[in-house]
């Protein structure tokens, strides 16, 4: 039976529901976005490593990659995101898996997908949350976990983005380099023009060259409070741009 904290959601962008339930981290703008950042090559295989309810791997299907599988080690948000795959008909491309992600290897063997997303914890010190503890603060996993595994995870040549705060940017990547992973994309994303960036969208290249391109930022909102063209156009709403 379901709590009456959960509840059916839509994904924006497409005609996907989604369950969520408020007392665990529910998707928010981030998401939309880190969906809609990274390269898709055709008949893509993808990881989103700590998908929670499985919004970044729904918007990833709809965007057409072949097989999407979401891992997380949370057993009532795995459950929500088999739900709404059912819900969804998507049963033969996206799969929702609870395992933990620092043991991944023994699940999938090498270098098994073309994309990695993930949306890590931002926290790993302050004040804790109350709700969605571990979605929000390292808990379960570090920033390092998620790029060991991205790393043993990707396809040489294949992809990996994130999203994360400014304030981790120069660990984001220490830990690129580390793993082999070559910043190759990024993205600076702003609430207004004026104000300081609040997250930043990157993607790296398994084995890539040097060679970052900066693409111009994200300014999510115009200066009366309303949706910016670019938000709208990340969040499938193009023609209320116009």
Known sequence: MSKATERCDSLPGCNYAIWQDSEEFCFT???????????????????????????????LAARGAAQVVGVDCNPHVVELMRRSIAANGLEECVSAELADLRELKALYRSESFDLIAANPPYRNSGKVRRVATAACHELTATLEDFFRAAAYLVKY????????????????MELALKYGLQPKKLQWVHAFADKPAWIFLMEMVKGGS???????????????????????????MAEEAE
């Not at 060679?211 to 156009?233: F, R």
């Open 210 to 236: 040097y060679g970052l391109e900066v693409l111009p930022p994200l300014i999510m909102y115009n200066e009366d409070g309303s949706h910016s063209k670019q938000t709208l156009e990340y969040y499938g």
């Open 157 to 172: 040549r294949g992809r990996f983005a994130i999203v994360q705060l400014p304030e981790r940017f120069t660990e984001c």
């Open 29 to 59: 703008t981030d998401a939309v976005f880190l969906a809609a950042f990274p390269h898709l090559v055709r008949q893509a295989r993808v990881l989103e490593l700590g998908a929670g309810t499985g919004a970044i791997s729904l918007l």
